[in-house]
């Protein structure tokens, strides 16, 4: 019997850069955390360009000069089903969130956030496509993916183990965790999926 209490899909337009080192570094903070278990991770994309292959070379090299491995990993194209079975699905800019409501049911639409929107320490309001560019932007997608992924793994951890997370938080990290979102529709959208799920 699984105990996944949470599932987590990331998006971006072919599903070879941004999503699955998206996918990669959440991982791996998971991994860290043991937290794994609990917490199912996935990536696609919103176009079937590069269905079955592996990620850019140039995304699982800097990925992997920061400890994530990525080479397991492989395209595929966001599904109907997937609007179902995830709990959370983050888009990496405004076109793949446009696109992934394009085409997700009106009363699942919730669940589409931005990843951007999760941001600490970084002023962006999206993540972007390193695909043209040169090793800068490969990092640049790192630093900012690193950020988002240590504010999701504290709404995960909150929702899957919440006893632990909250005797880890300080009040000081308490006041500030309001801070992190431009909106509190990210969390509003783990509690009430959460929620509902206890219900069932």
């Not at 609007?83 to 699942?108: G, K, R, S």
């Not at 919730?110 to 932007?137: M, W």
């Not at 793994?153 to 990290?173: H, K, N």
Request: include cysteine.
């Amino acid at each position: 019997m699984s105990t996944t209490r949470l599932n987590i899909l990331f998006v971006c337009m072919g599903n070879i850069c941004r999503s699955p080192t998206a996918e990669g570094v959440f991982r791996q903070r998971l991994i860290d955390h043991q937290l794994h278990h609990l917490v199912r991770t996935d990536s696609a994309g919103t176009h079937n360009y590069h269905p079955h292959s592996p990620p850019d070379a140039r995304s699982q090299r800097h990925a992997r000069q920061r400890g994530y491995d990525l080479s397991d990993l492989r395209a595929r194209q966001i599904t109907p089903n997937d609007f179902e079975v995830f709990d959370l699905i983050l888009t990496m800019d405004e076109d793949n969130l446009h696109h992934t409501l394009a085409v997700c049911p009106e009363p699942l639409q919730h669940k589409v956030q931005t990843y951007a929107s999760l941001l600490r320490h970084h002023t962006e309001d999206h993540i972007p496509d390193p695909y043209y560019g040169g090793a800068g932007g490969f990092d640049h997608v790192l630093d900012l993916i690193e950020d988002a992924s240590d504010t999701l793994l504290d709404l995960a951890r909150e929702q899957v183990d919440p006893f632990t997370a909250r005797g880890l938080r300080s009040a000081e990290a308490a006041r500030n965790h309001s801070r992190y979102f431009s909106s509190a529709s990210v969390l509003a959208t783990l509690d009430d999926l959460i929620a509902a799920k206890q219900h069932k």
